[in-house]
């Protein structure tokens, strides 16, 4: 199947620092990728849909100001996590749709951010 | 309310034995479902689809099945293994424009040797 790629894979950070995630689909081209987030012993949980040149769409309660969405290129989407604080930290999921596969969602391997 | 429901929450079986996890769902209108697999720290990776036509597909020693009437899926695992143990994660898609989908809560299986 395709490839979803994030980095980093973990990332400690300070209170008030931002921090960038990259998520990239290797060999195929994704005009929608999706961004999760996960709790321990939770599901994940959808924070925003990222749509290739155009603004992220953001599920309700999520911050748009704080969760910074870019989806510049259809093989390449960032969040960034603006002044982040402890209450951050969190397992991030990527995902994308290959436009080839009609119902198939790839996952990236996710991003553990810890917020000190 | 579009739900997604999975039990049991957890699972501990013996290697070697078999097992079935159960998601019933109430999305409407319906797309898909999609059994993932995620194992502690990583992303989640798909074993199974299908769609309102199928009612069952494998992939290996994972078998789901699904009744499209009574909204009711299931994922039967054989001869179990010490690396099945992980999440398994029921999703159902929506059919729409928005094609949302929909997550269970999972189930946390446990293989014990």
């Known amino acids: 199947g395709a490839v979803v790629s994030q980095h980093p894979s973990w990332v400690i950070c300070k209170s008030g620092t931002s921090v960038k995630i990259e998520c990239r689909s290797l060999?195929?081209?994704?005009?929608?990728m999706f961004w999760y987030r996960q709790f321990p012993k939770q599901s994940l949980m959808l924070m925003a849909t990222?749509?290739?040149?155009?603004?992220?769409?953001?599920e309700q309660g999520v911050e748009k100001d704080k969760f910074l969405i870019n989806h510049a290129s259809l093989t390449l989407s960032t969040l960034t996590v603006t002044s982040a604080h402890p209450e951050d930290s969190s397992f991030y999921i990527c995902?994308?749709?290959?436009?080839?596969?009609?119902?198939?969602?790839?996952f990236g391997p996710g991003t553990r951010l810890t917020v000190t | 309310k579009n739900q997604v429901e999975q039990s049991p929450q957890s699972l501990i079986i013996l290697e070697g034995k078999n097992c079935t996890l159960q998601?019933?769902?109430?999305?409407?209108?319906?797309?898909?479902l999609r059994w993932y697999k995620q194992d502690t720290g990583r992303g989640p990776v798909s074993l199974t689809i299908m769609t309102f036509s199928e009612n069952t597909k494998s992939n290996g020693r994972y078998t789901a099945t699904l009744d499209a009437d009574t909204k009711q899926s299931s994922l039967h695992i054989t001869a179990s293994q010490l690396s099945d143990s992980a999440s398994y994660i029921c999703?159902?898609?929506?059919?729409?424009?928005?094609?949302?989908?929909?997550f269970g809560s999972g189930t946390r299986l446990s293989i014990r040797p």
């Open positions: 060999d195929f081209q994704a005009t929608t």
């Open positions: 998601c019933n769902y109430t999305v409407s209108p319906f797309s898909n």
């Open positions: 990222s749509n290739e040149g155009s603004k992220a769409t953001y």
């Open positions: 995902s994308a749709r290959d436009p080839a596969e009609r119902y198939e969602q790839y």
């Open positions: 999703v159902v898609s929506e059919y729409s424009s928005a094609s949302k989908i929909i």
